[in-house]
Structure formats: C-alpha cells, structure tokens
C-alpha cells in the first residue's frame, strides 16, 4: 500500500511547537502516514543564526519528535555538501520513495516567492505541493494558475511562533516555556544555545 510522506524542511532553529502543530494537522487532516523533517545543511534563502551546530538542531528535532511514529527525520541536506536547493532533495526523496507518494510541504510565503526558487517548474512536476497558511500573509491560489501543477491549500492551524523570536527570548535570558517542548526547552538550557 502506498504510503503518503510529506517533506518539511527548515533551518529547525529551533524547532518549535508551530512546527509540530502544523505537521500533526498532516497527519490529521490530510492523511498523511508520515512527516520527514529536513533539516537545511546550507539553507539558500536564509542565514543560520548564533552559528548553531547542525548536530544541536537535529539533537532539538529528535527530542521533539520522540514517541510520534509519524514523524521523522532525514539527514538528506546535512549530509550533502550542496546548498539545500529543494529541487535536488526532492528529486532524492522521489528516487528513495519510489513506492509512496510524495508531497512538499511550505509555508504561505515560501508560496508568494515560488517562482524564485531554483527550477521551481520542475519541483511542481515532482510532487504536489501543501501549502500552509501562515500569519500576516495572503495567498492568491491562481498566482501559478498556468504552471501545470498541483498546489494543496489547506486549513492549518494559525500560531504566530516563530524561530527567531524563540532566538531573542533566549538570547535575552527569558523564558520560551510553551513555545517549545519541555525536552527542547531543557536542551537549548543545558546546552546555552543563543546565549550573546
């Protein structure tokens, strides 16, 4: 039986409960077996802030994650030495789930700027794209109304949770309770991670 996988990449810096919110409602309301979290080795439209290790990122995701048999995680980015260009792990991901159906996962804003991604004509031949709403942004569904592709646009849940806000509360020494599982919460303590 063919498996629905849907591909959620990110920087994961840090994960966050917007993040599992929004990958549980897959699973919910889409009917989607399983969520791969990608994290970015070299995310392309983004720096990573507080040079946080790829290996705390993935340490943070896998915390967050545990006991979800939904959810996991690929290294497929960081293990790669070329930017994460979502075309090239997409074309990877197809070729290693050959058997399932495929579907990437972005944000309302990553759609606003889709046709800036590298060949983004051909990332809509690989797989149907879900779209998830996102606060403070609109979303035209017939902006690539001629581009012969499948765009998903669903009802996610609207929490206005962001990474670099997690950053700045913990960068200030305040406290990020609720934003982000306790695990993580704990780990980015231990760890002073975003610490100046």
Avoid at 23 to 48: G, M, W
Avoid at 99 to 114: E, K, R, T
Avoid at 125 to 140: C, F, G, S, T, Y
């Amino acid at each position: 039986m063919r498996k629905k996988v849907a591909l959620f990449g990110g920087t994961f810096n840090p994960v966050h409960q917007g993040h599992l919110i929004n990958a549980q409602y897959l699973v919910n309301e889409c009917d989607i077996d399983s969520v791969l979290f990608i994290p970015a080795r070299v995310p392309v439209h983004k720096t990573l802030e507080y040079s946080i290790r790829s290996s705390d990122r993935v340490r943070m995701l896998e915390l967050a994650i545990a006991g979800n048999p939904a959810f996991e995680i690929s290294r497929i980015e960081l293990d790669s030495e070329l930017p994460s260009y979502t075309v090239i792990t997409l074309e990877k991901i197809c070729d290693l789930y050959q058997n399932d159906s495929v579907f990437l996962v972005i944000g309302a804003d990553s759609y606003n700027q889709f046709s800036t991604w590298r060949e983004y004509r051909k990332i809509l031949r690989l797989a149907p794209v879900i779209v998830l709403r996102r606060p403070d942004e609109n979303v035209d569904s017939d902006l690539y109304r001629k581009e012969k592709g499948n765009f998903i646009f669903v009802q996610n849940p609207l929490l206005d949770i962001s990474s670099r806000t997690i950053r700045e509360l913990a960068s200030a020494g305040k406290s990020i309770s609720y934003l982000v599982p306790d695990a993580v919460r704990e780990y980015i303590a231990q760890k002073e991670l975003y610490k100046p």
